[in-house]
């Protein structure tokens, strides 16, 4: 080969493993009806980002994270600015473990359409699970702005803040915050974040909020409701307890895609 012919290589002699960077394993789960039916409708309708982003929808109850980005992918291919698609994608690639591409989401989604709650939520929880509790708490406090207090979203608004803000060390600031709950609260389907906000404000006691033996999804009680105390325990300076209790998550995994087991996953790294 002469020398204007040499080939060009734009890679360094030391190399990433092919299978850390390509991942090729698949579900063998079969699709629900529901995401058929939504299949037959595409192949009618190849450019409608509606129905790409409601098979999003379904195939992420079944857990199949990647095939939902997938779905959320294809419908902003045709409509890129579709602040929703953005969302959902937003939370699958939280799902699946890929933090700092969900803020890109977020971060877009959050722009085209301000005032929708989720993505702002979202957005704080993912700066939070790569440690940049900066912006995290900006996101939680444009969330908490937009939250009506007779919503059950209060709760998990104040939990999620007061965790960051004591992140940051502003420890009389999340204590303020914890003031916009209280027993008479109404959660809705938010108990788990209700009992961990009574728990950092002194009213309920740790072993209460894990009494979850008897629940119909304990694992995922588990997640939530320990990745909650062990915090609290870590900022009581017991920090086995901590480790203990995110050990413990992380061997029940039924619900590895949970927001507790999320932060528990990462740390359990950058805390030790």
């Given at each position: 080969?002469?020398?204007?012919?040499?080939?060009?290589?734009?890679?360094?002699?030391?190399?990433?493993?092919?299978?850390?960077?390509?991942?090729?394993?698949?579900?063998?789960?079969?699709?629900?009806?529901?995401?058929?039916?939504?299949?037959?409708?595409?192949?009618?309708?190849?450019?409608?980002?509606?129905?790409?982003?409601?098979?999003?929808?379904?195939?992420?109850?079944?857990?199949?994270?990647?095939?939902?980005?997938?779905?959320?992918?294809?419908?902003?291919?045709?409509?890129?600015?579709?602040?929703?698609?953005?969302?959902?994608?937003?939370?699958?690639?939280?799902?699946?473990?890929?933090?700092?591409?969900?803020?890109?989401?977020?971060?877009?989604?959050?722009?085209?359409?301000?005032?929708?709650?989720?993505?702002?939520?979202?957005?704080?929880?993912?700066?939070?699970?790569?440690?940049?509790?900066?912006?995290?708490?900006?996101?939680?406090?444009?969330?908490?702005?937009?939250?009506?207090?007779?919503?059950?979203?209060?709760?998990?608004?104040?939990?999620?803040?007061?965790?960051?803000?004591?992140?940051?060390?502003?420890?009389?600031?999340?204590?303020?915050?914890?003031?916009?709950?209280?027993?008479?609260?109404?959660?809705?389907?938010?108990?788990?974040?209700?009992?961990?906000?009574?728990?950092?404000?002194?009213?309920?006691?740790?072993?209460?909020?894990?009494?979850?033996n008897d629940k119909e999804f304990?694992?995922?009680?588990?997640?939530?409701q320990g990745y909650g105390v062990a915090m609290y325990y870590?900022?009581?300076?017991?920090?086995?307890?901590?480790?203990?209790?995110?050990?413990?998550?992380?061997?029940?995994?039924?619900?590895?895609?949970?927001?507790?087991?999320?932060?528990?996953?990462?740390?359990?790294?950058?805390?030790?």
């Amino acid at each position: 080969m002469s020398q204007e012919q040499k080939m060009r290589i734009t890679v360094t002699n030391e190399r990433a493993e092919k299978a850390t960077q390509v991942h090729l394993l698949r579900s063998n789960l079969e699709y629900t009806d529901e995401v058929k039916e939504l299949e037959k409708l595409i192949q009618q309708d190849m450019t409608n980002t509606d129905l790409w982003m409601k098979k999003g929808l379904e195939l992420a109850k079944q857990m199949h994270f990647r095939e939902a980005i997938e779905s959320y992918s294809i419908g902003l291919s045709h409509n890129p600015f579709h602040a929703l698609s953005l969302r959902h994608r937003g939370h699958r690639l939280l799902s699946t473990y890929r933090f700092e591409e969900a803020v890109f989401d977020f971060e877009l989604s959050s722009r085209i359409d301000p005032k929708n709650w989720d993505t702002w939520y979202h957005l704080g929880l993912a700066y939070y699970l790569i440690g940049d509790f900066e912006r995290a708490n900006n996101a939680y406090t444009r969330c908490f702005e937009i939250t009506r207090h007779d919503q059950d979203e209060l709760v998990a608004i104040v939990d999620w803040k007061w965790l960051t803000l004591m992140r940051l060390g502003q420890v009389e600031e999340a204590g303020k915050i914890l003031d916009y709950v209280n027993s008479e609260t109404e959660p809705g389907e938010n108990h788990v974040y209700k009992n961990r906000v009574l728990m950092y404000k002194g009213e309920v006691k740790p072993e209460e909020v894990l009494d979850y033996n008897d629940k119909e999804f304990a694992d995922l009680e588990l997640a939530t409701q320990g990745y909650g105390v062990a915090m609290y325990y870590y900022f009581n300076g017991q920090k086995d307890k901590t480790f203990e209790l995110f050990d413990l998550i992380l061997k029940n995994d039924t619900y590895w895609s949970a927001f507790g087991y999320l932060a528990a996953y990462q740390d359990q790294k950058r805390l030790k």
